[in-house]
């Protein structure tokens, strides 16, 4: 649909409805492609507003009739309200995408060629990498240690007995015998459970360059002008 600029102006606030007469919202804001008018923001009560093509649409009595049903318009790519910055390629691409329209080719003002190359996009993505999971076994070792023990040793000590002593000693002749209790040590093992350590898993996240090699196009533009036409430095 070919607009006049007097006709752009009069989109603005119109109503918009959808190919069956229900309506969608009204006319936010006017949008041009190729230096032409092609698509119009639609303000629906939301908090963005999606955008809607004019082409194959009809302007009467102040309502605009797009050639699309409004559960498309309602899901096409939308604007935040407000927004007149010019649309990016990508959002004009995405449009055309939705309405399954073809692209409107730009006019060119004189012939040329245009030169394209394809550019990296890296990025990154997370993927599961592992677990990492501690564990607690039950290990039986051998011990070796030393415990000193006492024990009684028993010998035989003798005094002679002088003769001023000799009075007051006994000295009946008989059998007589003497005890000594001894004791002995002997090594007593016991075993108590003592915490000594706290261990836990904890993790770092290093940030490494990682080199990525890959192959990209580009064109490549040779000029072949006759010798008698070119141009002269």
Not at 66 to 86: F, H, L
Not at 162 to 177: C, H
Not at 181 to 198: G, T, Y
Request: glycine letters at 6%; hydrophobic letters at 35%; proline letters at 7%.
């Amino acid at each position: 649909m070919q607009l006049t600029e007097q006709q752009v102006r009069s989109l603005y606030g119109q109503d918009v409805q959808d190919k069956s007469g229900a309506k969608i919202g009204k006319v936010r804001q006017v949008w041009a492609t190729a230096g032409h008018p092609a698509w119009v923001s639609v303000q629906t009560g939301g908090g963005s507003e999606p955008m809607a093509p004019l082409v194959n649409g009809q302007v009467q009595k102040g309502t605009l009739t797009v050639a699309y049903d409004r559960a498309t318009v309602q899901s096409a790519p939308s604007v935040k309200p407000g927004s007149d910055r010019p649309l990016t390629a990508e959002q004009t691409a995405q449009l055309y995408a939705h309405y399954r329209m073809q692209p409107q080719q730009t006019p060119q003002a004189r012939d040329e060629l245009i030169r394209s190359e394809e550019r990296l996009r890296v990025g990154t993505e997370s993927e599961p990498a592992g677990k990492a999971v501690l564990h607690k076994n039950v290990v039986t070792e051998n011990v070796h240690t030393i415990v000193p023990v006492e024990h009684d040793e028993v010998y035989v000590e003798r005094e002679p007995i002088t003769a001023a002593d000799a009075g007051s000693v006994p000295g009946e002749i008989g059998e007589a015998q003497q005890e000594m209790p001894l004791r002995a040590e002997h090594p007593v093992v016991a075993k108590d459970q003592v915490p000594v350590e706290r261990v836990r898993l904890a993790k770092n996240e290093v940030v490494e360059d990682q080199p990525i090699d890959e192959q990209v196009r580009h064109e490549e533009i040779e000029a072949s002008i006759p010798e008698t036409s070119r141009r002269r430095r």
